[in-house]
């Protein structure tokens, strides 16, 4: 049983004009064996809240607290978080040409374990996490999300969630750009991880259609860098009608 | 014709890429002096076009009066039993067989002190086995000496020959690569000098008809390296890949030169050279002159220069130039581009628990594998990537590259 916890986090971004205050205070609790929803329009702050979780250099924390089972997480560098258990899937994976998915992997794999896979559990292991992401046996000798389309490099991040079977998932956007059997086929995915023990998730959304395979426990509408109301599943519901016009004032 | 330009799908990197139809380079670049006669080329004194990048300090007098006569060096070779490796008189007439004609001082100055002459042929028909490798094992820096390779491969021929230079020396040398009709050769010239070498060298490649020519420079070692490779095409067909991997640690000059004459039809030249530099007044220098005369109709050319600038105060200096002078051709282009570490790399590294100096060290070998699989001698892959992870533990403690563009200028 972890827990995840968030207390009034502010965050801003270095810009031309100086500092830009995003997050303005979120405060926001996910234990294991939840999933939790955060839904929001463009630009409200959801991948700042995704990043700054996982330390990207890009942001500021300026006030707040994030605790792993009581661990400060923001002293930790970003390799730190991801071994204590934290996982970000990045709604903009990453390219690096010249590493291979294969070797990429069984590094990650090494490093968040504290020691390097047994090599022929790893390749069987590796193989049907592929297989049931419908990733095609080729890509473990890619260059490591170099020329994937946006589909591929999304069902990509789940095969790492899988494989590297972290405390706490923060999927950010994972759902944006997926065809509708993509889709399924990264849901399918993420709910075998929620089914595999005790794992908490965070899922990130500007859409509720994901949340017809993905269901929540409780859903937070993030708006303007901050939690703006929370329910549970039926306040998505209410979203898929109304959109975001009763918290920023025009359709988003 | 079509115009092909630079594909960089890189973060962080300063970009500089044109195709074909660009303005016109007044030719200077290809105004040099070409003679045997050592005084015909004045001494030069660093504000000259070709030596305006060269710390001339560092020279040891190569490029002025030094005596090249030290013999402080030790030749081994380790070649394929169908190749022949011969030490020769400079009389031989495979001397100058590649139409190569000294155009600059130490290049003249090397042809006209070098007493002998290495010859390596690859007999027609003979496909090698084995790569055949010459180490020359410098013994002291103190004396300067001159040298001369030709390899010829000939008719139909297939073979791999590196040249590995290491230990002390001040070293300047010519080396002519003369393919015929149909061979395919690869050339890999390694210099894995100690910290006190200098070495002025030039390679020249003339390209026989329907020929396949892979030459790379690789530079990890030495105070000063500075190498220039001219190619031109005996016959049309010919198949030219140039590459070039270099890794500058700090206070190491490494210069490289190309200069690719397209002066015959439907022949083909890529071009391919990596850098990284780390540390203090660490400087690289990359010139990529590519000529197409009025007679190269249906050719096609490229080239390529990447520089990774790992820590601040390294200076990565890259000029393409392209004149074309005949608009029936299929293709040109060039691009360079010199950018500091990815910091998103290195963060979605990180972010899947990735210490930092792993993940850099993924980064930077995965630059350098591209390039090393383009070679394509496996015998000395290993031994490359080797080389790259000692550089990168050597750069380990050095604080990486701050958010400001590095210190590089690209132009043309
Ligand atoms: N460097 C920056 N300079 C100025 N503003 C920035 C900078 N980086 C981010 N922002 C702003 O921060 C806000 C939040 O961005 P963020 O990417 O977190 O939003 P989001 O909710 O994830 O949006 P989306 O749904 O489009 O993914 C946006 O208004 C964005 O423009
Ligand atoms: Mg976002």
Request: negative net charge; hydrophobic residues 40%.
């Amino acid at each position: 049983m972890s827990t995840l916890e968030i207390r009034g986090l502010h965050v801003s971004v270095e810009t031309e004009a100086g500092p830009k205050e995003i997050l303005r205070g979120v405060d926001l609790t996910v234990r294991s064996g939840q999933t939790h929803a955060i839904m929001g329009p463009n630009g409200s702050g959801k991948s700042t809240l995704a990043y700054s979780l996982a330390g990207h250099p890009k942001y500021t924390v300026t006030s707040g607290e994030v605790l792993l089972d009581g661990e400060d997480v923001l002293a930790m560098t970003v390799d730190e978080r991801a071994r204590a258990g934290l996982f970000l899937a990045m709604q903009y994976p990453v390219e690096v040409p010249g590493v291979s998915v294969s070797n990429f992997l069984r590094t990650a794999k090494t490093a968040v374990d504290g020691g390097a896979p047994k090599l022929r559990t790893w390749v069987k292991d590796v193989k049907e996490a592929m297989d049931k992401l419908a990733i095609a046996d080729d890509f473990a000798e890619r260059d490591l999300n170099t020329g994937f389309s946006g589909g591929e490099k999304k069902r990509h991040e789940i095969l790492q969630l899988e494989l590297l079977n972290p405390k706490f998932a923060v999927l950010d956007e994972t759902d944006s750009g997926l065809d509708i059997d993509a889709l399924r086929v990264v849901s399918d995915g993420v709910n075998r991880f929620s089914a595999s023990g005790d794992k908490g998730v965070l899922l990130i959304t500007h859409y509720t259609r994901i949340l017809r395979y993905i269901k929540p426990d409780f859903v937070h509408v993030f708006v303007a860098g901050r939690v703006a109301e929370e329910g549970g599943p039926e306040l998505a519901e209410k979203l898929e009608e109304k959109g975001y016009v009763d918290y920023v004032g025009t359709p988003a | 014709m079509t115009t092909d330009t630079a594909q960089q799908a890189q973060h962080g990197l300063t970009e500089h890429s044109h195709g074909a139809g660009a303005p016109d380079h007044g030719g200077s670049a290809f105004d040099t002096v070409a003679s045997f006669d050592v005084d015909a080329h004045v001494v030069p004194r660093g504000r000259e076009e070709e030596w305006r990048f060269t710390p001339m300090a560092r020279l040891r007098g190569l490029h002025d009066d030094a005596p090249l006569d030290g013999h402080d060096y030790e030749v081994s070779v380790d070649a394929d039993p169908q190749v022949v490796v011969e030490t020769v008189e400079a009389t031989d007439a495979r001397r100058g067989s590649s139409g190569y004609v000294p155009n600059d001082r130490p290049s003249a100055r090397a042809w006209a002190e070098a007493d002998k002459v290495l010859a390596i042929t690859v007999p027609a028909d003979v496909v090698a086995e084995k790569p055949t490798i010459v180490r020359l094992q410098g013994l002291s820096a103190e004396k300067a000496a001159a040298g001369h390779v030709v390899i010829t491969a000939e008719r139909f021929s297939q073979s791999v020959v590196v040249l590995e230079h290491e230990g002390s020396a001040a070293f300047a040398d010519n080396v002519e690569i003369v393919t015929h009709d149909g061979a395919r050769l690869i050339v890999v010239s390694l210099q894995d000098w100690a910290d006190d070498s200098v070495h002025l060298s030039h390679h020249h490649i003339s390209v026989g008809r329907d020929a396949v020519v892979k030459h790379a420079v690789v530079s990890f070692g030495g105070d000063l390296v500075r190498t220039s490779v001219t190619l031109d095409y005996a016959a049309p067909g010919g198949d030219a890949e140039l590459l070039g991997l270099y890794f500058a640690d700090s206070g190491q000059h490494l210069e490289k030169r190309l200069f690719v004459d397209h002066n015959q039809p439907h022949c083909r030249s890529n071009v391919l050279y990596k850098g990284a530099l780390q540390g203090r007044k660490a400087h690289t220098v990359w010139i990529g002159n590519v000529l197409i005369r009025p007679a190269a109709e249906g050719i096609s050319t490229y080239e390529l220069n990447r520089n990774l600038v790992l820590t601040d105060g390294a200076r990565a200096d890259s000029v393409p130039n392209l004149e074309i002078e005949t608009g029936e051709i299929e293709g040109a282009g060039h691009a360079s581009a010199t950018g500091r570490f990815d910091d998103e790399q290195l963060f979605y590294l990180m972010a899947r628990g990735i210490p930092a100096d792993e993940a850099r060290r993924l980064v930077v070998r995965g630059f350098f594998t591209e390039l090393i699989n383009k070679i394509g001698v496996p015998e000395i892959a290993e031994r490359l990537t080797a080389t790259v992870e000692r550089e990168l533990a050597i750069g380990e403690g050095l604080p990486a590259a701050s958010a400001t563009p590095p210190t590089a200028t690209v132009e043309h």
